[in-house]
Protein backbone atom coordinates (compact mmCIF):
# COMPACT_ATOMS: atom_id res chain seq x y z
CA UNK A 1 0.00 0.00 0.00
CA UNK A 2 1.75 3.34 -1.12
CA UNK A 3 -0.84 5.66 0.55
CA UNK A 4 -1.07 5.86 3.93
CA UNK A 5 -4.93 5.54 4.51
CA UNK A 6 -7.73 4.52 1.97
CA UNK A 7 -10.84 3.05 2.48
CA UNK A 8 -12.43 -0.46 1.11
CA UNK A 9 -14.23 -1.43 -0.67
CA UNK A 10 -13.81 0.61 -3.58
CA UNK A 11 -17.25 0.04 -4.98
CA UNK A 12 -19.59 -0.35 -1.90
CA UNK A 13 -23.73 -0.63 -2.92
CA UNK A 14 -25.71 2.08 -3.30
CA UNK A 15 -28.36 2.41 -0.09
CA UNK A 16 -27.31 -0.30 1.57
CA UNK A 17 -25.32 -0.55 5.09
CA UNK A 18 -22.50 -2.50 4.59
CA UNK A 19 -18.76 -2.19 6.53
CA UNK A 20 -16.01 -0.01 5.12
CA UNK A 21 -12.77 -0.61 6.04
CA UNK A 22 -10.33 2.46 6.77
CA UNK A 23 -6.64 1.43 6.45
CA UNK A 24 -4.33 3.10 7.96
CA UNK A 25 -0.91 2.21 6.91
CA UNK A 26 2.61 4.17 7.98
CA UNK A 27 4.64 4.68 5.28
CA UNK A 28 6.95 7.30 6.75
CA UNK A 29 9.92 6.33 9.45
CA UNK A 30 7.46 7.34 12.38
CA UNK A 31 5.13 5.43 13.95
CA UNK A 32 1.18 6.69 13.23
CA UNK A 33 -0.19 8.15 16.33
CA UNK A 34 -3.28 9.64 15.10
CA UNK A 35 -5.84 9.39 12.70
CA UNK A 36 -9.14 12.34 11.14
CA UNK A 37 -11.35 11.40 8.99
CA UNK A 38 -13.79 13.64 7.47
CA UNK A 39 -16.89 11.73 5.29
CA UNK A 40 -17.94 13.02 2.34
CA UNK A 41 -21.78 14.46 1.98
CA UNK A 42 -24.25 11.31 0.73
CA UNK A 43 -22.55 8.70 3.16
CA UNK A 44 -24.51 7.87 5.78
CA UNK A 45 -22.51 6.18 9.06
CA UNK A 46 -24.15 4.28 12.00
CA UNK A 47 -21.66 2.48 13.87
CA UNK A 48 -17.92 1.95 15.06
CA UNK A 49 -16.69 -1.19 15.94
CA UNK A 50 -13.93 -0.81 18.43
CA UNK A 51 -10.75 -0.48 17.42
CA UNK A 52 -8.21 -2.05 20.55
CA UNK A 53 -5.72 0.80 21.57
CA UNK A 54 -7.24 3.87 20.25
CA UNK A 55 -9.92 6.52 21.60
CA UNK A 56 -12.42 7.32 19.05
CA UNK A 57 -13.52 10.91 19.41
CA UNK A 58 -16.97 10.92 16.80
CA UNK A 59 -18.55 13.89 15.84
CA UNK A 60 -20.96 14.72 13.00
CA UNK A 61 -19.24 13.99 9.80
CA UNK A 62 -15.93 12.91 11.15
CA UNK A 63 -14.26 10.64 13.43
CA UNK A 64 -11.15 10.95 14.72
CA UNK A 65 -8.55 8.01 16.44
CA UNK A 66 -5.43 8.44 18.55
CA UNK A 67 -3.59 7.26 21.44
CA UNK A 68 -2.87 4.13 19.40
CA UNK A 69 1.09 3.10 17.07
CA UNK A 70 0.77 1.86 14.03
CA UNK A 71 4.74 0.92 13.25
CA UNK A 72 6.53 1.63 10.82
CA UNK A 73 5.83 -0.95 7.80
CA UNK A 74 2.54 -1.97 9.40
CA UNK A 75 -1.02 -1.07 9.31
CA UNK A 76 -4.10 -0.97 11.20
CA UNK A 77 -7.80 -1.39 10.14
CA UNK A 78 -10.79 0.89 11.50
CA UNK A 79 -14.12 -0.58 10.82
CA UNK A 80 -17.57 1.35 10.44
CA UNK A 81 -20.78 0.53 9.32
CA UNK A 82 -22.16 3.10 6.33
CA UNK A 83 -24.45 3.82 3.77
CA UNK A 84 -23.37 5.65 0.70
CA UNK A 85 -27.01 7.34 -0.16
CA UNK A 86 -25.84 9.28 -3.38
CA UNK A 87 -24.58 7.20 -6.87
CA UNK A 88 -20.61 8.14 -7.51
CA UNK A 89 -17.38 9.19 -6.33
CA UNK A 90 -17.43 9.93 -2.50
CA UNK A 91 -13.87 11.57 -1.75
CA UNK A 92 -12.95 11.24 1.97
CA UNK A 93 -10.62 14.30 3.71
CA UNK A 94 -7.97 11.86 6.13
CA UNK A 95 -5.20 13.49 8.25
CA UNK A 96 -2.62 11.34 9.56
CA UNK A 97 -0.22 12.26 12.65
CA UNK A 98 2.81 10.48 13.28
CA UNK A 99 5.11 10.20 15.99
CA UNK A 100 7.69 12.68 14.73
CA UNK A 101 4.84 15.29 14.87
CA UNK A 102 4.59 15.45 11.09
CA UNK A 103 0.95 14.91 9.73
CA UNK A 104 0.20 14.20 5.80
CA UNK A 105 -3.37 14.60 4.17
CA UNK A 106 -4.62 12.53 1.59
CA UNK A 107 -8.24 12.52 -0.34
CA UNK A 108 -9.25 8.62 -0.49
CA UNK A 109 -11.84 7.65 -2.41
CA UNK A 110 -14.84 4.97 -2.63
CA UNK A 111 -17.51 5.22 -5.52
CA UNK A 112 -20.54 4.06 -5.09
CA UNK A 113 -21.94 1.98 -7.54
CA UNK A 114 -25.83 0.26 -7.90
CA UNK A 115 -26.34 -2.92 -8.25
CA UNK A 116 -28.09 -3.63 -11.61
CA UNK A 117 -32.00 -3.79 -11.93
CA UNK A 118 -32.80 -7.36 -12.03
CA UNK A 119 -36.97 -8.09 -12.52
CA UNK A 120 -37.71 -10.89 -10.05
CA UNK A 121 -38.07 -14.37 -11.72
CA UNK A 122 -41.74 -16.03 -11.39
CA UNK A 123 -41.48 -18.25 -7.88
CA UNK A 124 -40.98 -21.88 -9.31
CA UNK A 125 -43.73 -24.40 -9.42
CA UNK A 126 -42.48 -27.39 -7.76
CA UNK A 127 -44.04 -30.52 -8.83
CA UNK A 128 -44.36 -32.41 -5.55
CA UNK A 129 -46.15 -35.99 -4.80
CA UNK A 130 -48.21 -36.27 -1.60
CA UNK A 131 -47.48 -38.87 0.54
CA UNK A 132 -50.99 -38.73 1.57
CA UNK A 133 -52.80 -39.40 -1.98
CA UNK A 134 -50.46 -42.16 -2.21
CA UNK A 135 -51.40 -43.52 1.28
CA UNK A 136 -55.24 -42.49 0.39
CA UNK A 137 -54.86 -44.24 -2.48
CA UNK A 138 -53.57 -47.37 -1.67
CA UNK A 139 -56.22 -47.77 1.59
CA UNK A 140 -58.65 -47.40 -1.26
CA UNK A 141 -57.55 -50.32 -3.22
CA UNK A 142 -57.48 -52.59 -0.03
CA UNK A 143 -61.00 -51.77 1.12
CA UNK A 144 -62.02 -52.72 -2.41
CA UNK A 145 -59.99 -55.62 -2.18
CA UNK A 146 -61.44 -56.17 1.23
CA UNK A 147 -65.12 -55.69 -0.18
CA UNK A 148 -65.00 -57.86 -2.69
CA UNK A 149 -63.19 -60.89 -0.78
CA UNK A 150 -66.38 -60.73 1.40
CA UNK A 151 -68.80 -60.25 -0.59
CA UNK A 152 -67.24 -63.35 -2.44
CA UNK A 153 -66.96 -65.37 0.79
CA UNK A 154 -70.66 -63.82 2.13
CA UNK A 155 -71.83 -65.57 -1.43
CA UNK A 156 -70.06 -68.76 -0.91
CA UNK A 157 -71.83 -69.45 2.38
CA UNK A 158 -75.21 -68.60 1.95
CA UNK A 159 -77.73 -71.52 2.27
CA UNK A 160 -78.61 -72.10 -1.59
CA UNK A 161 -81.64 -73.44 -2.06
CA UNK A 162 -81.60 -75.97 -4.39
CA UNK A 163 -84.30 -76.75 -6.53
CA UNK A 164 -86.72 -79.33 -5.87
CA UNK A 165 -86.02 -82.96 -6.98
CA UNK A 166 -88.55 -84.18 -9.50
CA UNK A 167 -90.51 -87.17 -8.38
CA UNK A 168 -90.14 -88.90 -11.98
CA UNK A 169 -86.47 -88.97 -11.77
CA UNK A 170 -84.84 -91.74 -10.43
CA UNK A 171 -81.25 -91.86 -9.53
CA UNK A 172 -80.06 -94.81 -10.65
Same mark, same amino acid.
Given at each position: ??????????????? =?? *?????? /??????? #?? &?? $?? !????????????????????????????????????????????????????????? =?? *?????? /??????? #?? &?? $?? !??????????????????????????????????????????????????????????
Amino acid at each position: MTRGIAVVPAEPRLN =AE *QELVVR /VASVRNA #AT &TG $VR !LVFPPGLSVAQFAPAPGWRRDTRPHEVAWSGGRVAPGEYAEFRLLATPGVAGRLVFR =AT *QTYADG /VSTRSAP #AI &TA $VA !LPNRTAAPPAVRKESSDAAIWLGLIAIIVALGSALATGFLWSTWPAQLPPDDPDETCH
